[in-house]
């Protein structure tokens, strides 16, 4: 293993090696006149390139100290940071503030001062432990800024909208920011405010997580307020840190600029070639394709709060007497490896003394229950299950709520590819995977049949979230919201999809869907559809190769 390059660590637990500071620095600090923020400077990595780029571009050494303004709430790390001033003969400067950055900005905007640059990795810190005398000033400048935080909102939210704002007309941001951007639904406002805001954007991606001890993939974004060169919008990935080296060039050259959608779409589209943008916002708008919200219903699995004890063995279930209060359950997305969970899938589940069931206690109180239930009950609370927080906030711990049955499943966390399965087991589901009941007269055989297709499968790359690590996540409402193509669906072997999709052979079905329903029912070409399938692999590709080497 190559050794931890000298980095900082923040608050938001992540590191930034030397060489991302130093390409930032590199890239947002343009002349020896440029004036710098760091919003959040830690004990100082991106302060020390900032004022290596200062001096390299001809900044006389008295100057520079004036040009770098930095603030950094921790007085210890903040103190850090004035010795990378005397380690480069520099005056040690007035200019480090030892406070909350909202309430510094809020005095920036007041004189209306603003820079030239802003650079930084602002503190990954969640709503929760947001501290909320801070939180409240962040979430004021976001709503002055047109914007609507809410509890989901992290802070380096807040941090990358307050940075933007205080760069003059022809500023630069450059930031090491969450993928999160890209993807999920609390950046939806963001992503449309930053559309609106840089003329031109830069996203620079690594193959694999590069951030040492963080499953979280992380994304260097370049804004330019005003640009003098065409605007529009660009990713561009590089094997590791160390070949950021290779990205001088000012007009980044190796990848090409996307037209900026002003809306608050995922990001993810990015990734793809212009032509491939093209198709899928064409498609999206095709009068013979179905939103999944228009077909399916889909809800979350079932919440137990204490797995271990609620979800039982066949070997469990007959040792305590507990087959009258039970119902079948699937526990885990592997047990779906068909188009259908049948009778005889949940029965070789059980045999193999997987968790198969689920206690299903009456609503009653523990007086009135039958003495098997109460014997494994008190086995429970022997254990102190009961004073689990989801339990405990029940009116009766045991009694689990919503145990209802769905029609289909639809897989919450995804590797390979999404799917639905059809539910024949009158089964339940536990909360790793989604319920799914059909809408508007749509079977179930048609939808799930006609869901495995390259189309609907590029899409959901586009819609659901990968937070790094390879996996694909989609919550209930961004499950509702992926096109379906239906027609000549009837010409689908059902029983023939299903093998197939036991034996994990995706492509052969796809050869199968996407001819019936992309080609014969939508009218698309053969090049189209290849490039769809080309898109899907694509874009799975990348998100699976998320993962540290």
């Known amino acids: ?17 030397k060489p991302v500071a130093d390409f930032l620095a590199r890239w947002a600090v343009r002349s020896h006149t440029t004036r710098v923020l760091e919003p959040s400077c830690g004990d100082g990595v991106f302060v ?21 303004r930095a603030v950094e709430i921790d007085p ?15 005056a040690s400067p007035d200019s480090i503030h030892k406070e909350d950055f909202f309430g510094f900005c809020k005095r920036l905007f007041a004189r209306n001062e603003l820079f030239d640059a802003v650079i930084g990795n602002p503190p990954f810190i969640r709503y929760q432990n947001f501290l909320e005398r801070h939180r409240v000033v962040a979430f004021e400048l976001m709503k002055e800024a047109g914007l609507n935080p809410n509890r989901l909102t992290n802070s380096w939210v807040p941090f990358l909208v307050a940075s933007t704002m205080l760069l003059n007309s022809h500023g630069r941001l450059a930031m090491v920011i969450p ?18 805001l840089y003329k031109r954007m830069t996203i ?16 260097l974004l370049l804004g330019e307020r005003d640009s003098h060169q065409a605007g529009g919008i660009r990713t561009i990935e590089m094997k590791d840190m160390d070949s950021l080296a290779s990205l001088n060039h000012p007009d980044f050259a190796v990848s090409e600029l996307k037209t900026i959608d002003h809306s608050t779409e995922k990001w993810t589209q990015y990734f793809l ?10 498609l999206r708008k095709h009068p013979r394709i179905s939103l999944s919200g228009e077909i399916i219903d889909v809800d979350v699995g079932v919440v137990t709060g204490q797995n271990d004890f609620f979800l039982l063995t066949q070997s469990r279930m007959q040792k305590y007497a507990l087959a009258p209060h039970t119902r079948r359950i699937v526990a885990r997305s592997g047990h779906l490896r068909g188009a259908a969970f ?4 949940w029965v070789e589940n059980a045999a193999r003394q997987s968790p198969a069931t689920l206690l299903k206690a009456p609503d009653l109180p523990f007086q009135e229950l039958p003495g098997s239930l109460k014997h494994y009950i008190q086995y429970g609370e022997k254990q102190g299950l009961h004073k689990g927080y989801k339990c405990r906030i029940r009116k009766r711990w045991y009694v689990v709520p919503s145990v209802w049955i769905p029609q289909a499943f639809m897989l919450r966390q995804v590797h390979g590819y999404p799917k639905l399965i059809l539910n024949g087991a009158d089964a339940t589901c536990t909360d790793t995977i989604h319920r799914v009941n059909f809408r508007n007269g749509h079977h179930g055989k048609e939808v799930v049949s006609a869901f495995l297709n390259s189309l609907t499968f590029a899409f959901a790359e586009i819609t659901g979230r990968s937070y790094g690590g390879g996996v694909l996540t989609f919550e209930p409402s961004e499950s509702e919201r992926l096109p379906i193509p239906l027609d000549g669906w009837g010409r689908l072997d059902f029983g023939e999809i299903d093998e197939l999709l036991r034996r994990n ?16 029912g939508l009218g698309m070409s053969e090049q189209e559809t290849k490039t769809i399938r080309g898109i899907w692999r694509k874009l799975s590709r990348r998100r699976m190769n998320r993962r540290h080497t």
């Open 1 to 17: 293993m190559k050794p931890i390059p000298t980095c900082q660590k923040l608050r938001g637990g992540y590191y930034t090696p």
């Open 505 to 520: 052979a995706i492509e052969p079905i796809l050869d199968i869907t996407d001819r019936v329903l992309l080609r014969e």
């Open 48 to 68: 020390k390139a900032a004022l290596e780029a200062l001096l390299k571009l001809g900044a006389l050494p008295e100057a520079v100290p004036d040009l770098v």
């Open 179 to 196: 993928a999160e951007l890209f993807q999920v639904n609390y950046a939806a406002e963001t992503r449309q405010f930053l559309s609106a």
């Open 204 to 219: 620079v991606t690594f193959e694999q997580l590069v951030f040492e001890g963080i499953q979280q993939e992380v994304v």
């Open 76 to 90: 210890r790390d903040a103190e850090k940071t004035y010795k990378h001033f005397s380690a480069l003969g520099l």
């Open 342 to 345: 049948s009778d005889s899938d």
């Open 273 to 282: 070639e212009k032509e491939e943008i093209e198709l899928l916002r064409g």
